[in-house]
């Protein structure tokens, strides 16, 4: 399958097109990626992330499955790529991993039908999206800071084209421990029925992104910790867990917290294993 990614060389990015793991530049030159920085495989205007899409995360949080997908936006400023590190903020204690698939939109899509949205998707990559559940009290509707906070946003490496997103595995690892791992059988709408949906409110452009939801099992990670996301197909996510140097700025706003909320979503079951 066609592949595209897009990488920091000397100093300059470049747009790579990959076949059987050999990139080349625009120009037919084919290059390395040894000494290249990683970035994210697209540019997107918008980011948008769907709540509860896997059956198993709805029965670990105990939750009734919704007549429809309700969503978020992330900020573009929180997008981070392969091999870069995503900092947890001094004083945060709950950085959840949320290995998942993302949508990459082809063209300008609005209002269009299930039936045609396949041609509306330029392809797909894997995401991480983090999320600091400290701020989950003040934040549970919007999500700003739970999702939106810098470096958060891991997306990559690359953009695989003519990808079928059916009965494909997911993995997440921490340290190389299996930590996550479902099918996207278990989603409960497709990624076509998510962007058909979005698309009656949304005009998406290309490279816009769609995340699909997270399975079961995303538990906070600490400092130091290796984070790896892998599809069938797709390929691998991998990202360090850094410890942010400088404080949150005091008096301005909320806190970060810690309650029996936050930990009944960023703990999951484990937290009934602790009362």
């Known amino acids: 399958m066609k592949t595209l990614r897009r990488i920091l060389l000397d100093g300059n990015p470049k747009t790579l097109t990959g076949e059987d793991s050999n990139y080349f530049d ?52 929180c997008i981070n790529s392969h091999m870069n590190e995503v900092i947890r903020p001094a004083g945060c204690k709950f950085l959840n991993y949320e290995g998942e698939i993302a949508l990459v939109v082809g063209k300008k899509a ?7 949205a396949h041609k509306y ?31 958060l946003g891991a997306v990559g490496p690359e953009l695989v084209v003519g990808w079928d997103y ?11 421990e299996l930590v996550q791992e479902s099918n996207t059988n278990d ?11 979005l698309s009656r409110s949304i005009t998406f452009e ?15 990670v ?3 910790s ?20 400088d404080t949150l700025l005091k008096g301005y706003g909320a806190e970060p917290k810690d309650s029996e909320h936050i930990r009944s979503v960023s703990l999951g079951s484990d937290n009934k294993k602790n009362i």
């Not at 059916?166 to 190389?176: E, F, G, P, S």
């Open 26 to 77: 625009d120009e037919g030159k084919k290059i390395s990626l040894s000494n290249c920085e990683h970035l994210p495989p697209v540019i997107p205007r918008v980011i948008v992330c769907v709540h509860l899409n896997y059956k198993s995360r709805l029965e670990e949080l105990g939750r009734s499955q919704p007549v429809a997908p309700t969503y978020f936006l992330k900020p573009i400023s």
């Open 110 to 116: 609005k209002n269009i039908e299930i039936e045609e």
């Open 121 to 151: 998707i330029l392809g797909y990559t894997i995401a991480n999206d983090f999320g600091l559940h400290d701020f989950r009290d003040t934040d549970e509707n919007s999500m700003v800071r739970v999702k939106g906070t810098d470096t």
């Open 166 to 176: 059916r009965d494909k595995v997911i993995k997440t690892y921490v340290n190389d």
């Open 187 to 197: 989603m409960i709408w497709n990624p076509e029925y998510l962007l058909s949906d």
């Open 206 to 220: 290309k490279g816009d992104l769609i995340l699909t939801g997270t399975p079961s099992n995303s538990r906070p």
């Open 222 to 224: 600490e400092p130091g």
């Open 226 to 245: 290796t984070v790896r996301v892998e599809v069938e197909g797709l390929g691998v996510l991998q990202n360090i867990i850094k410890e942010g140097k």
